[in-house]
């Protein structure tokens, strides 16, 4: 499994679009990613990061309509493609496979305790 | 009504947002701010788009997707050639524009490489030497009055020595001078090898590095005087042998017996870029003179060696407050240390120094080179972009047809150095055939050369390309910017509004040729003052024989002299006009000036010398063999020194006007004080300096033959030649082994002047270069306008306009021009020329009819160039202009 080239910041870019399909695109992705984590982010990052996604394979996009708001612009709308699928699947499996080797009462033999996150 | 981001922003945005991304990113930005301004009101809104737009600097999001419809890279070898192939047809059919760019740049390249060449010439002298950086000539300055000093090349003699026994920093010392001698290589020669011969003493070779090819460097303990010879001089008297161990005897000037030299060794020779040009150098022993701190002690030109590394200002200090100490004179006297370096090109002061140049004529030079230059590339600039009408079609076709601004860019560029490298060709071709006239303007030769030395050559090219690369750059950008669309429609009168910057670049080209034609005018006025000034003495029809010991028989070579047909009077003289100002000099208090001193100068010859000289006498009498005004002071001075000072302050004296009324002596025939002798008379000024000083106080004694003097000798007019022969034939009965140099004092007074000559010419040279390159710039101009007028000239004709009228039409705007230069440059000039005139005691004044002439001058240049092509093109047949469609 090749996981190096997804970053963390991508991954929950491609997280992100996989949740707001089919209306996903740079602002409802960055907006949705500003109310979840409470920190600005800034239309060009998550744009830049949806460029690299379609790059490597896991996204792909199509134009979509123009809104008064855009100035009559159109917006370019993301969907996961099944290569993308599989790479989240992947991803999420490691994390589950770690997650369920740490034991709650170790943990709380170390200080520390997830039990309420 | 929907929220906008601020404009300034929108549009920074779009400028950093590549095209192909635009449509989306854009759009995102507007109803991301659209967002936030419902949320949060406009100020933090708009503070959140400008994070925004700063978000947007990533490669990934400015990078420009190329086009699929490429044009061919502006660098490939295809469109280098093509380059070349366009540019050499387009300088081929335009052949008149070339040629007028060829000529202007081509002088201009030319007298910059030659001035360039000057400059950096007189930059290299004495940098040489392995010690340059430590080897210093000890300077005198006298302090007069508290602004006033006087510095002098020469220092005691005994100061050196002291200085290398007081102060570790001091390595070693030498007295250094140069001179010229007749050598004969065989006693039975007739005439002598001229010489220039340096005299120094054995220490010279631990503070320059001679290199020894033979012989020894060391001083020999014999009678004869040590001779090193450098080899290419050791090759012109003793060619193919040996020439160590020879002995070669000079032509005596002073004694009478010729002196022996011994060559006791072979040098590499001394670089010709060295104030100390010398073909010999004679080796004397060290004889350190101890110094004395009152009474009478010898001068010499001497040099030290300091240690690396020595602070010199420090030194310095050191040096005078130790030299005020041991004195006690309050510091009137003062040393400075003139590094090596500095000897070639900051010695105005140093008098007898034949070797030196001066600093300000090089910064002269210098500038006005570099003037010339610029009107060159002005007029290549202004003529491109006159000429940019006619090229600017050319340039849309080429847009529509996908080529790219940097392809015309460096199509413009090859023009432009394809121009640059024909003139560079013609210019260098030029520099090397000129060399040795400008050497010989120059009166010495030139080491460092651009084709001599592949380094300059190297930094010459190097210049040249970027001085091209300058001048292309500037009429290619205002080529290839113009709007295609526009181009071809026939609309670019409005963006070819660049004629403001050629207005003012055609000003300042003629300013610069008006300030030069003022300063010629000037230099030559001030020269002419010089030259002709009224000395006090009549400076015609006055020939000298030079400073030679008499051996008691002047007094009968005078007699004989006076039997020559031709001459009118003669005197023995210890001094001569451009010797000097006298033979002596005192220092007396001013009597208008408490703590004042003024300097007061003393002339002597026998009791003829102020008639030969022909001076006005004002009130008194003159020196006459019927009193006893002369002093018999040689054989006065060898019996005894004080009481030949006595009798010196009773001895009858001449005084000039000035001095009468500096030193406030109202009574003649009285002993005064300030006149250490007695005036019996007073004569008009004279200048017995050269016209660089103001008049001093001068004093006249009359002494009896003197021993050691010139012989000063006035003719009837026109019989120099038949006297000349005269005083030869006598010289071999009288002196047969001795030289004898005859000189017309009008000719050496005139040499005094030789700097101001040369500045003359070098600006009435420069001058009609500028204004010849400034109106060849103008007639560019001209013919352009012409050609472009050429329907509207047509059209006015065909309605009836007069010849008259259309050439005042064309030439208006050009003669408008060079009236503002007028008025620009004069002042500019007066004021630049005043401060050069300040540096003389005696200037000419700056007439308001110079600039008169100067302006008329330009303008009619002006006119004379504009008309000779408005003639043409008003003269011209409408119908051909009105033809072609």
Redesign the interface.
């Given at each position: 499994m090749r996981r190096s080239d997804l970053g963390e910041f991508e991954e929950i870019v491609l997280l992100a679009v996989a949740a707001l399909t089919p209306g996903a695109?740079?602002?409802s992705i960055?907006?949705e990613l500003e109310h979840e984590t409470g920190q600005?982010v800034?239309?060009?990052?998550v744009?830049?990061a949806l460029?690299?996604l379609e790059q490597k394979g896991y996204l792909s996009s199509h134009?979509g309509e123009?809104?008064?708001?855009?100035?009559g612009?159109?917006?370019?709308l993301f969907t996961v493609t099944a290569y993308g699928g599989k790479v989240l699947h992947e991803a999420r499996t490691v994390r589950n496979s770690l997650w369920n080797r740490i034991t709650p009462a170790e943990l709380s033999k170390m200080g520390l305790d997830f039990s309420n996150s | 009504m929907?929220p906008l981001p601020p404009r300034w922003l929108d549009r920074l945005a779009t400028r950093i947002c590549a095209p192909h991304?635009r449509?989306?990113?854009?759009?995102?930005?507007?109803?991301?701010y659209?967002?936030r301004h419902n949320r949060t009101g406009a100020r933090k809104a708009n503070f959140?788009f400008l994070?925004?737009v700063a978000?947007?600097l990533?490669p990934?999001?400015m990078r420009r997707q190329p086009s699929p419809y490429g044009s061919p890279s502006a660098f490939s070898g295809d469109m280098l050639r093509n380059y070349f192939k366009i540019g050499s047809r387009v300088l081929l059919k335009n052949s008149s524009y070339s040629l007028i760019h060829l000529t202007g740049l081509s002088i201009g390249l030319w007298a910059c490489m030659m001035v360039a060449t000057v400059v950096i010439d007189s930059l290299s002298y004495d940098r040489q030497w392995s010690r340059k950086d430590d080897i210093y000539r000890i300077v005198t300055v006298n302090k007069m009055a508290k602004d006033l000093s006087q510095r002098n090349a020469s220092s005691p003699s005994g100061l050196a020595p002291e200085l290398q026994k007081n102060y570790a920093e001091v390595e070693s010392w030498s007295s250094l001078s140069s001179g010229e001698r007749y050598f004969k290589i065989r006693p039975e020669d007739n005439d002598g090898i001229q010489t220039n011969l340096l005299t120094a003493d054995t220490s010279i070779t631990k503070i320059l590095n001679l290199k020894l090819l033979a012989g020894s460097l060391r001083h020999s303990e014999q009678k004869r005087w040590n001779l090193l010879v450098t080899r290419s001089y050791a090759a012109r008297i003793f060619p193919g042998q040996n020439p160590i161990g020879r002995t070669i005897h000079d032509i005596p000037t002073l004694g009478s017996e010729p002196t022996a030299y011994e060559i006791t060794g072979l040098i590499d020779d001394l670089p010709y870029n060295s104030h100390l040009r010398g073909d010999a150098i004679r080796i004397e022993a060290a004889k350190p003179e101890p110094l004395v701190n009152d009474g009478i002690m010898s001068f010499g030109r001497n040099y030290i060696l300091l240690k690396r590394g020595t602070d010199i200002g420090e030194f310095t200090r050191k040096v005078n407050e130790w030299y005020v100490r041991f004195t006690k004179n309050k510091g009137r006297e003062q040393f400075e240390f003139q590094p090596l370096k500095d000897i070639y090109l900051h010695s105005d002061f140093a008098e007898g120094q034949p070797v030196k140049a001066s600093i300000r004529t090089i910064y002269i030079f210098a500038g006005v080179a570099l003037l010339l230059l610029f009107i060159a590339c002005v007029n290549f600039v202004n003529l491109s972009t006159a000429k940019a009408f006619a090229r600017v079609k050319e340039a849309g076709v080429r847009k529509v047809l996908s080529g790219s601004r940097t392809q015309l860019v460096m199509q413009l560029l090859t023009e432009t150095s394809l121009l640059f490298g024909v003139s560079v060709g013609i210019a260098v071709f030029a520099y090397f055939f000129t060399l040795r006239p400008v050497e010989n303007f120059l009166g010495h030769r030139l080491i460092l050369t651009f084709t001599s030395n592949i380094l300059m050559a190297g930094g010459a090219l190097l210049m040249f390309f970027l001085t091209a690369l300058l001048t292309g750059l500037y009429p290619a950008w205002v080529i290839s910017g113009f709007k295609p669309a526009n181009t071809l429609r026939g609309i670019f009168t409005a963006s070819l509004g660049q004629t403001g910057l050629r207005k003012t670049l055609v000003v300042a080209q003629f300013s610069i040729s008006i300030i030069v034609l003022l300063a010629t005018i000037v230099v030559w006025q001030q020269f002419d003052l010089m030259k002709n000034k009224k000395l006090g003495y009549d400076k015609n029809d006055l020939i000298c024989i030079e400073q030679i010991f008499w051996h008691g028989k002047g007094e009968a070579f005078k007699n004989e002299l006076q039997r020559i047909p031709g001459v009118v009077r003669s005197s023995l003289s210890m001094w001569m006009p451009t010797e000097g100002a006298g033979y002596m000099q005192r220092e007396v208090d001013d009597p208008a000036r408490a703590g004042r001193r003024l300097r007061v100068w003393y002339i002597a010859g026998d009791v003829d010398l102020p008639a030969t000289l022909g001076l006005k006498l004002l009130k008194g009498r003159m020196f006459s063999e019927r009193f006893a005004d002369a002093l018999n002071a040689d054989s006065l001075q060898k019996q005894d020194f004080k009481k030949f000072e006595s009798a010196q302050m009773n001895q009858n004296s001449l005084m000039t006007e000035s001095a009468a009324r500096m030193l406030g002596i109202k009574q003649l025939d009285v002993q005064t004080k300030n006149a250490h002798s007695v005036p019996i008379g007073i004569v008009g000024d004279f200048h017995n300096e050269s016209l660089y000083e103001p008049m001093k106080p001068t004093f006249i004694l009359a002494e009896k033959a003197p021993e050691y003097a010139s012989m000063l000798i006035r003719i009837q007019p026109g019989t120099e030649m038949q006297v000349a022969a005269g005083v030869r034939k006598l010289w071999k009965q009288f002196f047969p082994e001795k030289l004898l140099n005859i000189h017309n004092i009008e000719e050496r007074l005139e040499k005094q002047y030789e700097a101001e000559s040369k500045l003359h010419e070098l600006f009435l040279f420069f001058s009609g270069l500028t204004m010849f390159l400034s109106a060849l710039g103008i007639f560019g101009l001209v013919v352009q306008a012409a050609e472009q007028r050429a329907k509207e000239v047509g059209i006015r004709k065909v309605l009836g306009a007069s010849v008259a009228g259309i050439v005042g039409l064309i030439s208006k705007d050009f003669v408008k021009l060079v009236v503002i230069a007028i008025v620009a440059a004069s002042p500019l000039a007066w004021y630049a020329l005043q401060k050069w005139l300040e540096n003389y005691p005696y200037r000419t004044t700056i007439h308001w009819w110079v600039f008169v002439v100067t302006g008329v001058a330009a303008l009619a240049v002006t006119i004379g160039t504009v008309s000779f092509q408005a003639i043409r093109a008003a003269t011209a047949d409408p119908v051909r202009s009105l033809r072609n469609e």
């Open positions: 695109y740079s602002v960055a907006e600005t800034s239309t060009g990052a744009h830049a460029q690299r134009l123009a809104t008064q708001e855009r100035g612009r159109r917006k370019r | 929907q991304l449509e989306e990113l854009l759009g995102d930005l507007h109803e991301r659209a967002l959140f994070r925004e978000a947007l990533r990934s999001i």
